[in-house]
């Protein structure tokens, strides 16, 4: 061995760490020691140590245990967590496409159990969520040759509690108006109460009408705006009505914005 160069072994190590237990460094000590791992060679030493090295399960877990003993003996107060609140307050962390990706990955197949559902149920209920301006202009690019409106992209999904059905979610603001009338006038309704299965141009197609109103046998589509795809199933529900079993006993009615307001409902309310 070259002489002025003394390399410490395994054991001394170990001898080293017992007698340092319970004792306590200086402030000043300890921040000459955080300096000197802070040193660029050390730095770029311990980096081409630890490259292409990867820690195995026992590591991380021994690691992972080691933190939650760490936190138990010495939890974060409630002055820190305020502090590190006040800190985060204004800044918006925005995910790469990467991290996007890999929580992607990591959910497919995944199911939410009862009680997830429920948690965000609860969650959403008497929320609001608009279409972004940004939002509107990729659903205008994606609509770009097809025979749709701009109107149809500003429904409102949210969660209404009706003294006569319960809980109910509705897909536009129309359609919250209309049943909140229907609950003032004690009318009782189902709102997509079914599902029908039709053939539209050789396609296999299905058409829930928005509201049945059974006291009236009347079913009620509710439309902001009327599209080709949306007129044939109308159109094809209508004649399903008034085939020889049913009779004509049940109608079927389109109401627009201008017939909602005929009828003294506020568009505006939410």
């Given at each position: 061995?070259?002489?002025?160069?003394?390399?410490?072994?395994?054991?001394?190590?170990?001898?080293?760490?017992?007698?340092?237990?319970?004792?306590?460094?200086s402030l000043e000590h300890i921040n000459n020691l955080k300096q000197a791992q802070n040193r660029p060679e050390v730095i770029e030493?311990?980096?081409?140590?630890?490259?292409?090295?990867?820690?195995?399960?026992?590591?991380?877990?021994?690691?992972?245990?080691?933190?939650?003993?760490?936190?138990?003996?010495?939890?974060?107060?409630?002055?820190?967590?305020?502090?590190?609140?006040?800190?985060?307050?204004?800044?918006?962390?925005?995910?790469?496409?990467?991290?996007?990706?890999?929580?992607?990955?990591?959910?497919?197949?995944?199911?939410?159990?009862?009680?997830?559902?429920?948690?965000?149920?609860?969650?959403?209920?008497?929320?609001?969520?608009?279409?972004?301006?940004?939002?509107?202009?990729?659903?205008?690019?994606?609509?770009?040759?097809?025979?749709?409106?701009?109107?149809?992209?500003?429904?409102?999904?949210?969660?209404?509690?009706?003294?006569?059905?319960?809980?109910?979610?509705?897909?536009?603001?129309?359609?919250?108006?209309?049943?909140?009338?229907?609950?003032?006038?004690?009318?009782?309704?189902?709102?997509?109460?079914?599902?029908?299965?039709?053939?539209?141009?050789?396609?296999?197609?299905?058409?829930?009408?928005?509201?049945?109103?059974?006291?009236?046998?009347?079913?009620?589509?509710?439309?902001?705006?009327?599209?080709?795809?949306?007129?044939?199933?109308?159109?094809?529900?209508?004649?399903?009505?008034?085939?020889?079993?049913?009779?004509?006993?049940?109608?079927?009615?389109?109401?627009?914005?201008?017939?909602?307001?005929?009828?003294?409902?506020?568009?505006?309310?939410?």
């Amino acid at each position: 061995m070259p002489s002025g160069i003394y390399v410490r072994t395994k054991k001394h190590n170990e001898n080293i760490s017992k007698k340092l237990i319970g004792i306590k460094f200086s402030l000043e000590h300890i921040n000459n020691l955080k300096q000197a791992q802070n040193r660029p060679e050390v730095i770029e030493k311990r980096r081409k140590s630890n490259t292409g090295k990867k820690r195995t399960p026992e590591q991380n877990e021994r690691n992972r245990q080691a933190q939650i003993k760490r936190f138990k003996e010495n939890p974060v107060s409630e002055e820190t967590k305020e502090n590190q609140r006040q800190k985060m307050l204004g800044k918006h962390w925005k995910l790469s496409d990467k991290s996007k990706e890999n929580i992607r990955q990591s959910q497919l197949g995944k199911k939410h159990s009862p009680e997830q559902i429920e948690k965000h149920r609860q969650a959403m209920i008497g929320k609001h969520w608009k279409v972004s301006k940004e939002g509107r202009e990729n659903n205008r690019k994606a609509r770009l040759g097809k025979n749709t409106s701009p109107k149809s992209s500003r429904g409102i999904h949210t969660y209404y509690q009706s003294p006569l059905q319960g809980e109910v979610c509705f897909r536009s603001s129309y359609e919250l108006a209309y049943a909140k009338y229907l609950d003032s006038i004690n009318e009782p309704y189902f709102y997509e109460a079914g599902i029908i299965e039709m053939t539209i141009n050789g396609k296999q197609t299905t058409y829930r009408p928005d509201f049945c109103l059974p006291l009236r046998c009347e079913f009620i589509e509710i439309k902001g705006y009327m599209n080709s795809e949306a007129q044939l199933k109308c159109d094809r529900f209508k004649e399903e009505l008034n085939d020889e079993e049913l009779m004509g006993i049940f109608r079927y009615k389109i109401l627009f914005g201008k017939d909602l307001k005929e009828l003294g409902i506020n568009l505006k309310i939410r």
